[in-house]
């Protein structure tokens, strides 16, 4: 039986993140440092998973093999629309996965397509989020600020909330 917060907060997700191409993934490096670089989300509809193809050879699967806590982050500045999105990612070799996420525009980082042995999915299971969320357009903006001018309350300006996906 699913439970019906945790479906809803993936709905407002899903809806958060949509239309942004670039993510930041950012893993530990192997001296402890934080490590982001962006790399483009590969399903469109966020279910609880997302998905980015990567070479097998890049520092970022060494990194998430030795520690597989990771966070991505999402921003779209005309939306005004920020997403932080932690959980544990896996390195996946499946050609199956890799044939449904495939697109075109990978061909540019994996010339051989999508059987390039090279290619890899970072799967990341995403374990908690946190968004903020204000108004898109100027006039919005303007209202949102002068409410919080007017109450002296800053997040009269955003719709920010944590939300627990374990």
Known sequence: ??????????????????????????????DGRL????????????DGDLWFATGADSGKVAEIRANPQVNVAYASAAKNTYVSVSGKASIVDDREKIERFWSPAMKVFFPEGKDD?????????????????????????????????????????????????G
Not at 1 to 30: F, N, Q, Y
Not at 35 to 46: A, C, D, N
Not at 132 to 157: C, F, H, I, Q, Y
Request: charged share 25%; hydrophobic share 40%.
């Open 1 to 30: 039986m699913s439970d019906p917060d945790r479906s809803d907060h993936i709905r407002k997700l899903a809806e958060l993140i949509e239309d942004v191409d670039i993510a930041m993934l950012t893993t530990v490096g192997p």
């Open 35 to 46: 490590v982001s670089r962006p790399l483009g989300t590969q399903e469109v509809e966020f």
């Open 117 to 165: 042995p090279n290619l890899r999915l970072i799967h990341v299971a995403a374990e908690s989020a946190e968004y903020w969320d204000g108004p898109g357009s100027a006039v919005g903006k303007a209202l949102s600020l002068a409410t919080a001018a007017v109450t002296g309350d800053p997040g009269a300006m955003t719709d920010n909330e944590r939300i627990d996906l």
